[in-house]
Structure formats: C-alpha cells, structure tokens
C-alpha cells in the first residue's frame, strides 16, 4: 500500500476493524472507529480555534486516550503536534509557546462537543510530523521540527519486531520524542496501544502478560527496575507473545543488556542510538551485541565519522566526537531557538563522543559534554544552574551528574550559598522553575566561588574529584 496522510490511515484502520481497540489508558479504551469519528470532531473544534495548515498545537496533556486523540485532531487539520510535559512550570511553558508560535495550546483533555459533526473531514498532511522540544546547552528550550511529512503506510512493517495490527505497551511519557513517536507509529499501522500513566516495573509486567503485549520501548532505568524485581515476579510473568523490545535514550549497562538478553532472547532485543534530530542512527540486534558488546550498532555508509578535535578522521578504537549527517538528499530536522553544531560537508555534532571498530560499530563514551541523563530523561546543567542562581541566597554553583545505580545518574549541586538556606528551601524554590527529575537530589556546600573570575567551571574535574572520595 502507498503512503497516505495521517487522518487518511486513522479512517482506513477503522473501516478494516471498527471494533477493534485503538488505545486503552488507566481509565477507558477507545476503538478504531471511535478514535477516528472522536477525533474529526475534535478537529473541527480545534479548527475553531484557528488551528490550520502546518500550525503547532502545543500538547501538555498527561498519557491517555485524549493525549493521541488531540495529535490526531491536530494531524487531521494538517497541524504538527508539538508534545510538551504537563508538569512543566508556567515560566517555561509559555517560554515554548511563544517559540513554537502554537496556533492552540491543550493542556486539558478537550471536551468533545457533540453537536459538532464527526463526519471525515477534507484531506491535509501536515508538513512535519513533530515538533518535540529539548533544552539545548544553554538553558534555554528549543525545538526540533521533523523533516519527515504526516503520513504513513498502515501495512508497512515497522521494524525491530514491530509487527502491524500487533499490541504495544506505551510506560514512557509522551512528551518525549521516542514513546511519542514509536507508540505513534504503532497506533499508525493498527497497533492496539496500553498506555501507562507512570511507569511501574511490576505494572507493565502485568499489563505485558494482560494484554498479549507484542513489542515496547524501555529505557535502561524501566529495564534496571524490572530487573531489580523478584525473579518468582519476573519470571512468573507469560511474555511469550512479545516479538520485541526496543532500549534507548540513555546508556545501557552492560551486565543488565545481557541479562535482558539471556532472559528474552537475542533476538527479541534491540538497541537504537540517534538524536531527536536523527541526522544519523544506529541500530544493534540482541545477537550483534553479543557478538559486539557494548557497541549501539553500526551505521549507515557515510552518514557517521569519528574525528578528533582538529577535524581528522580517528583510525577505529580511538576515542573522538561523533560527527553525522543524513543520506544525500535528506533534511531529518530544524531547529526553533537554536542552531546546530556543524562543519564543512554538512557534517553535524550533538557533542557525543565515541569510537569505532574495524567492522564500523559504535561505541559512546560519553553521550554528551556535560549533559546529565537521568532515567532516559536529559538535563542540562546550565539549566539548573540558572535557576539556582535565581536565589538571592546562592552566591555561585555548578551542577554535575554522579552516579545512581537506580536513574544511571543523579543530578548534584554544589553551591556557595548563605547559611540560612536550607536544602529543601531550594528544592522548593526550583519546584517552581523545573520539572522534578531536573532538581538537584544531593547539595554540597563548600566556603568559596565555585567558578572562576571568568564565569567558568570545569564539571568533569568536579566529577573526577568526587569520584575519588571514598
């Protein structure tokens, strides 16, 4: 079948299986024809509002039905969806809205008004099928427009044993670009989606073994948990209708991919490295790690190179930065509020570093310069610093990542602060500044200006002099 837009596939799902469930969230499941009948009626109200061709509609709804419902609505009206978290504070929000220029901003579940006709609407493909937002290095939120269109071929196989018309579970936050787009891509080629509001190892589990789960996307820290629980719980669990689990976002220990390997085989587990920009990408099977362990897969002929900091292509085992750019002729992305790292030849960095073997397989080093991960979630130290230093008691700070067993890291602060502050006075403070995987879970106090005359700070020594202290 060819491609066709969005709105086109949702209506033609649901004329091959109206009854067949489309997503089910905690409270409710939907059908494909309900989703598709629902959401021409929520384009028009959104329509009404003066959403059009190649708008943003800002979503910062929480993971539900009315969540993909509204992208739909949106993708319906040849819109671009534009995800953000529910729990950002108002400050940054707005920060984004006036980036995007969103045409409508949904950060409740949309009252369906039943005296608007549900009837198909005229056919739109929205120029880009994403916008989702990522803080750049500096603090400041910018956001990633796809160079991919809003369509889709419904009976195309979608990959990493991602089977049409098969059974996701969604434990992610759709805010972020990999559950948004992978759980999108599935309800796309009539996949029944099971969406979780928040993770919880021993739920999905449960909901896997319920619902006949085919395929999910975890990060390491939801692989970490699973793990972590009893192995009468885990291995008590039938999951012998999964075909495949995707990891990525974050780093993955080594010890936990090949127990996960042993558990459900190689052959079921799959990794994929790449940036919301996806100028490059890399994908590894179960039995390529096992056979390159460690590495996140190998690339595309000409769209990755090692270089080091001059510029000269590294010979494979050396350590440099990760340079990639997209097939001749493709433009995967463009930046809102920010502008990317490049060189000549079209080359662009993300700040990774890594190194290559003699097959061309991938290994990272570090995922980023100074970039924190928590559980799959990036947090730009810049970021936290600037929101501290927004205390009238905090003299100077740097904020660095240690190491977590649970989340792969956790966000630590060390500051030059008066001795009236408590630390859950600031924690309160930034309350009200960040969502809460960014703030500091550990304060150090030390007597003299963390950085130098010059506004700078070195992390990675603050790292390393940390690291040493038994």
Known sequence: ?????????????????????????????????????????????????????????????????????????????????????????????????????????????????????????????????????????????????????????????GGFGMDPNGVQLVPGPLYHNAPFQFSCNGLLKGQHLIVMSRFDASRALQLMEEHRVTWVLMVPTMMHRIWRLPAEEREGRDLSALKGMLHLAAPCPPWLKAAWIDWLGPERVWELYAGTEAQGVTIISGQ????????????????????????????????????????????????IGADARTMEGGWESLGDMGSMDADGFLYLADRRTDMILVGGSNVYPAEVESALDEHPAVRSCAVIGMPDDDMGHRVHAVIEAGDDVTDDDLRRFLAERLVPYKIPRSFERVDSPVRDDAGKVRRSGLQAERAETP
Do not use: C
């Open 288 to 335: 390529d790690w096992l056979d390159h362990r460690g590495s996140v897969g190998r690339p595309t002929p000409g769209t990755m190179r090692i270089l080091d900091a001059d510029g000269n292509e590294l010979p494979p085992g050396e350590i440099g930065e990760v340079w990639m750019k997209p097939p001749e002729g493709r433009t995967t992305y463009r930046y």
């Open 1 to 157: 079948m060819a491609v066709m837009p969005i709105g086109s596939a949702i209506r033609w799902l649901a004329e091959q299986d109206p009854d067949r469930p489309a997503i089910t969230d905690d409270a409710r499941t939907v059908t494909r024809l309900e989703l598709d009948r629902r959401t021409n009626r929520l384009a028009r109200q959104l329509k009404a509002l003066g959403v059009g061709q190649d708008d943003f509609v800002t979503i910062g709804v929480p993971n539900s039905v009315d969540f993909y419902e509204t992208a739909v609505a949106a993708w319906k009206l040849g819109a671009t969806p534009q995800p953000v978290s529910h729990r950002l504070p108002q400050r940054e929000r707005d920060e984004i809205v006036a980036l995007a220029g969103a045409a409508a901003v949904v950060l409740e579940p949309l009252a369906l008004d039943l005296s608007v006709s549900d009837e198909p609407l005229p056919e739109r493909t929205a120029s880009s099928f994403k916008a989702p937002t990522s803080g750049g290095s500096t603090g400041r939120p910018k956001i990633i427009v796809s160079g991919s269109p809003g369509v889709v071929d419904p009976e195309a196989a």
